[in-house]
């Protein structure tokens, strides 16, 4: 019903909404709108390192429960949009435990985005961990009764019959996209001391179309990077695992005498892996918006969301669609070269 009414009816149910005690109680459901740009600080220790004009943002959401306020404000804010709390919030995990998984997110995407970067600039970085630990259970996950908080995933294989030690999130998610959805894997996971397999079949990601995905939210213990040198990102209280594409640029081009950007605003967003892959985020729209906003004539998103983000596109601003950390180099050396 609310969705029928004009622009000018909906103000007003939102403005009388505001009013009310009634505002602000709590929904089921989360909204997602458009967070703040961010240019990371990097510090480097004992190695030559370089400022930069331009920028290279990283594109943020915001994410929280909406209350009754925000959930009628999203009906006429396209920026926003809503989502079920059990699509965001696997039963079992606490919004403070889902908060603490988004910084950890974060970490390892920091420590990869660094490990990516210095790859490409000749550096060797080893890397390690204990295997994948499952942290939630998504609702509609095929996974629900067969796999449990706790366990400790350590191999996959597939049809092909070829089997996959696991060490990490990372990794897993690497190994995930040489999978079909629909196919079905089998996964060794660790519980209570004894090895155990479990078969699964893989579902298509919730939040980025055409990515397979198993259903639960994960870390990796103990992992562990080994830096040839120091470098830091300051995150602050950011999560998430999206903002690895954009700090990987970053650290490159702190650590190169001349400035990619070539005095531009450039904005992006996207996960990155260890070999250097782009994979797809949440929330590009509320993402798009933010750059536009923030005065960024090339926006980089991951090719698995391009089709979300190219609505957006006009002659003031260029999306385009990365795969890789090389690619996203070379567009944005295309790009600031004119």
């Known amino acids: 019903m609310f969705s029928r009414l004009s622009k000018t009816r909906k103000a007003l149910v939102v403005f009388f909404i505001a009013l009310m005690p009634l505002g602000l109680i709590n929904t089921d459901y989360y909204f997602m709108s458009p967070g703040p740009p961010y240019q990371w600080e990097i510090t480097v220790e004992d190695q030559l390192s370089y400022d930069y004009e331009g920028n290279l943002y990283q594109l943020t959401v915001r994410r929280d429960i909406a209350n009754c306020f925000v959930y009628a404000w999203a009906y006429i804010d396209n920026s926003f949009d809503l989502y079920p709390k059990e699509s965001i919030l696997p039963k079992g995990v606490s919004p403070s435990e889902l908060t603490q998984i988004s910084l950890q997110n974060m970490k390892t995407s920091e420590n990869v985005a660094i490990a990516v970067a210095l790859n490409a600039l000749g550096y060797e970085v080893q890397t390690e961990g204990d295997g994948v630990l499952v942290v939630g259970i998504l609702d509609d996950s095929p996974v629900k009764d067969k796999l449990l908080k706790e366990d400790l995933i350590i191999s996959i ?115 990155i892996e260890i070999d250097g892959s782009v994979g797809p985020i949440g929330g590009v729209k509320q993402k798009v918006i ?49």
């Open 157 to 271: 294989s597939g049809n092909k019959n070829l089997e996959y030690s696991i060490n990490s999130t990372t990794q897993f998610i690497s190994l995930l996209r040489t999978f079909d959805i629909g196919e079905v894997v089998s996964i060794t996971v660790i519980r209570n001391g004894e090895e155990i397999q479990i078969e699964t079949q893989l579902i298509e990601h919730i939040e980025y179309k055409n990515e397979p995905m198993v259903g639960f939210l994960a870390s990796t213990p103990n992992e562990r990077f080994t830096f040839p040198i120091n470098v830091d990102i300051n995150t602050g209280n950011v999560g998430g695992p999206s903002a690895g594409l954009m700090m990987a640029l970053n650290v490159y081009n702190k650590l190169i005498e001349s400035d990619i950007t070539n005095n531009t605003v450039i904005a992006g967003t996207g996960t």
């Open 290 to 338: 933010a750059a536009k906003r923030a005065g960024a004539t090339l926006i980089l998103v991951p090719t698995a969301n391009y089709e979300d983000a190219k609505p957006f596109k006009d002659d003031e601003t260029s999306i385009i669609a990365v795969e890789t950390f090389e690619n996203a180099l070379e567009v944005i050396s295309e790009y600031s070269s004119r």
